[in-house]
C-alpha cells in the first residue's frame, strides 16, 4: 500500500470510526457490533503504525469516544465539569492468547512478582461518582474523557448509589467509578411501555441505561429500575496495597462494588475464570460482555502507567457474540418508506443476550444467495454488541431433503408493483412511490419523526389515520381537525389538543429538517442540512442543475441524481406546494440585512454557547463570505470559541496554532450583531455555584476552565491534568 492508498483508508476509518462513536455515546444507537468497531480500530492502529506521518491527534487511536451533546448547547439541561483524573478507555482483546501477550508485556517491565484481579465488564454506561465529607457530592457521565454532564440530581434517584457513606476510614474527598445498568426486567417493561405510547425501542439495556441517565426528569429516573456497580477508585486518592483491597473498603462504607471478581495468579486462572463466566453470564439480571483484567498491585499499576488512551496495566477480554441455532419459519419480504424491499427471516424464538429474539434481517436478494440459505434451514443467529440479530451461517446437516431456495419476489408484496433494480444497487424496489401503502404509510413516519419534524404521533396513529382516509401523505396532516382526531380509538381531547399544537410547532421547523422530512432518498440529515444552506430555499433547489448539486460538499452523483429525479416528479412538486401553503419554512432564515466580504476566504469552526444561537451564529459567518466549518485542521482561519467550547476543539487549535476568537473578536470583524439583523439576547447557563474550598470548578457563565499541571507519563500530551498528584507526585489519570 503507497502513501495515498493509506491517507485514503486511514481518512474513511477514522470518519466511520468518529460516527459509530457518536452513535454509540450521544444518540444510543449504534450501527456496528463491538467486535466490527475494534476491527476497524486495530486496522487503523496498524496503517498508523506503518505510516506514522499520518498519525493524527485526533484519531480515535487516540481520543476517548465521547457521550457530550456539544452542540445542544445549554438547553440540554447538564453542566459540565472537569474531571479531576481523565476517564480512559480500555484495550479489547478475543483470544487468550492476546491476554497473553499483555501479561508478558507487563511482566518485561516490572521485576516483581504480581497477581491479577479480574472482573466482569459491564455492559451499561460509564459513571464518575465524587464524594465529599463522606456525602454524593457530584455524578459526572464519561463525556469526553476529560469533561462530563452533571447527572447528579439523575444520581440520586438509583436506588443502590448511597447518598451518606456508611462506616469509617473513607478519604475526606474521592472519585470512584463505575457502571449504571438496567437488568432485563427493567429494559423489558420500558420497552413495552413504549411500545405501547407508540415510541422507538431501545435496541439493548445498554442504549436504554444511558438514555434514561440523561433524562431532564430525575423522577422518571427513578422509575427506569437503573442500578450502579462500581469497580475502581483512581490511584493517589486511597492508600491500599491493592485494587482488591481498595474495593473491600468501598465496600465497607456501603458503595455497590461488583462482587463477581477473583484474584488470579497465572493465565491458566485467568481463562478458567473466563470460561466459567462466558456461561454464567447466561443466567445474571443484567448484561455483561467481557472479562476485565487488572494487575492488582497499586505499586505495579504506577510502575507501567498509560498510553495517551488506555491503562498498560488493564486490558478487556471481550466475549464472542452469543450465537444460537434455530430453525426459519418463513420469510417476510418488508417494504420500507423508500421503496426498499428487504427479506426479513422469522424464526424460533430463540434467547440471546437476555432477550427472545423471533427475527433477523436477510438484508437483501444477494445476502440470501450468499448464505445459501433454503426454506425450513437452521441457522446461526448472533447478537454481536447486542445490537440486531443476524444470521451469520447455515447448519446444512439440518437441511431437509429437497428444501428449495426461496424465491425473492418479483412483485411488490405490497401493492403488487413490479419490482425495479436500479444498475449499482444491491436492492430491489417498488418504483410505485404514490401509491404503495407501506411505503406512503413509512414516508408520513419519518415526517412525523423526531429529528425531522417533531409531531407528536407514531405508527399505530399513522395507520389509524391511512385506514380512515384522512392523511395520505405529510401535507394532509396540516389538514387535520380535533372533531377527525376524535375518531381514532383512545384519543380524547387531551391527545388530540397536544398533537394539533406539535402540528402548529412544526411550522417553526427550520428548511434544513423539512427537507430531511420530506424524505428524498439518500438524503440523510447531514446531507439535507448542507443541500439547504448551500440552495438557501426549495425554489432554487428545485431549478438545481445536476453540476449545481454536484458542487455541494459530499454530494455524489447517486444523491445528485436521486434529488433531480424527485424534483422532476408532478406529485413531489405538488407536495411541496401544499407544504408551503401550510406554513413549513423554506428557506434558510435570512442571515442578515447587510453582507459584506470581510470572512471571504476563511474557514471558521464554532464551539461552546453565545449570545444568539448557534444557526445565527452560522449564518452570520456565511453571510459575510466566510465558511462554517465542522472540526479543526489546518485549513481553519479562527476557532470562535463561546462559553464552554468543546475542550478538544480547543486543544487541536492550539496545536495547530489556529487563532481563538471570541464573541466580542467576532462581532469587531463584522459589525455588531444588532447592524446585521438580528437581536441579541443574552444566555446564562444553569451551573451549580461554585463550592467553597474548590479549586477545580467552574462558576455560572464562566468558560471551561484550563486544565493545569503536568502532562502525565504515557499520555503523549493528550490530556492535561488539575494539578491532582499522587503521593509520589506524579500525574495519576484514571479510567472506565
Known sequence: MDYSQAKQ???????ILWENSRKYYVENAPTMSDYQYDQLMHRLEDLEAQFPELATPDSPTRRVGSDLEEEQG?????????????????????????????????????????????????????????????????????????QGDDVTRNALKIANIPHRLHGTGWPKEFEIRGEILMPYESFDRLNHERELQEESLFANPRNAASGSLKLQDPQEVGRRGLFCTLYHIPAGQVDF?????????????????????????????????????????????????????????????????????????????????????????????????????????????????????????????DQIKALDIHEGDWVYVEKGGEIIPKITAVEPSKRRPGAQAPAFPHLCPDCGTPLVKPEGEARWFCPN?????????????????????????????????????LVHSPADLYSLTENQLLQLEGWKERSASRFLQSLRDSRKVPFERVLFAIGIRYVGETTARDIARHFGNIDALKLASREELLAV??????????????????????????????????????????????????????????????????????????KNGSSVSSKTAYLLAGSKPGPEKVKKANELGI????????????????????????????????????????????????????????????????GNTSPSGTIEPSLF
Request: glycine content about 8%; charged content about 25%.
Open 433 to 469: 412511490t404514490t401509491g404503495c401503502p407501506t411505503q406512503i404509510k413509512g414516508r408520513i413516519l419519518h415526517f412525523l419523526s423526531r429529528k425531522a419534524m417533531n409531531i407528536l404521533a407514531g405508527e399505530a396513529t399513522v395507520e389509524q389515520l391511512y385506514n380512515l382516509d
Open 74 to 146: 445549554p438547553e440540554s439541561g447538564f453542566a459540565k465539569y472537569p474531571h479531576k483524573y481523565p476517564m480512559l478507555s480500555l484495550g479489547n482483546t478475543y483470544s487468550i492468547q492476546e491476554v497473553e501477550e499483555f501479561a508478558e508485556r507487563a511482566a518485561k517491565s516490572i521485576d516483581t512478582a504480581f497477581t491479577y484481579c479480574c472482573e466482569l465488564k459491564f455492559d451499561g454506561t460509564a459513571i464518575c461518582l465524587t464524594y465529599k465529607d463522606g456525602v454524593l457530592f457530584r455524578a459526572l457521565t464519561r463525556g469526553d474523557g476529560v
Open 241 to 365: 496495597p491493592t485494587h482488591d483491597d481498595a474495593l473491600k473498603a468501598a465496600q465497607g462504607w456501603g458503595l455497590p462494588v461488583s462482587e463477581h471478581r477473583q484474584i488470579c495468579h497465572n493465565i491458566a486462572e485467568i481463562e478458567e475464570f473466563i470460561g466459567h463466566w462466558d456461561t454464567a453470564r447466561k443466567d445474571l439480571p443484567y448484561a455483561t460482555d467481557g472479562i476485565v483484567i487488572k494487575i492488582n498491585e497499586m505499586a505495579v499499576q504506577r510502575q507501567l502507567g498509560f498510553t495517551a488512551k488506555s491503562p498498560r496495566w488493564a486490558v478487556a477480554y471481550k466475549f464472542k457474540a452469543e450465537q444460537a441455532c434455530t430453525p426459519i419459519l418463513s420469510i417476510d419480504y418488508q417494504v420500507g418508506r423508500t421503496g426498499a424491499v428487504t427479506p426479513v427471516a422469522n424464526l424460533e424464538p430463540v434467547l440471546l443476550s437476555g432477550t427472545m429474539v423471533k427475527r433477523a434481517t436477510l438484508v437483501n436478494e
Open 659 to 722: 487563532s481563538i476568537i471570541d464573541e466580542n473578536q467576532f462581532f469587531d470583524m463584522i459589525g455588531p450583531a444588532e447592524e446585521v439583523g438580528f437581536s441579541v439576547t443574552k444566555m446564562r447557563a444553569d451551573v451549580p455555584e461554585k463550592p467553597t474550598g474548590s479549586s477545580a470548578e467552574p462558576t455560572p457563565g464562566t468558560d471551561f476552565p484550563s486544565l493545569e499541571g503536568d502532562v502525565f507519563p504515557g499520555a503523549s500530551a493528550q490530556f492535561k491534568a488539575t
Open 553 to 626: 460538499e459530499d454530494v455524489g452523483d447517486v444523491i445528485a441524481d436521486s434529488v433531480l429525479a424527485f424534483f422532476q416528479a408532478d406529485e413531489n412538486l405538488r407536495e411541496i406546494e401544499r407544504l408551503y401553503d401550510a406554513g413549513l419554512q423554506m428557506a434558510v432564515e435570512a442571515p442578515a440585512q447587510k453582507t459584506s466580504s470581510l470572512l471571504e476566504g476563511k474557514t471558521i469552526v464554532i464551539s461552546g454557547n453565545f449570545s444568539i444561537s448557534r444557526d445565527e451564529m452560522k449564518a452570520l459567518i456565511e453571510a459575510h463570505g466566510g
Open 9 to 15: 483508508q486511514i481518512e474513511q476509518l477514522k470518519a
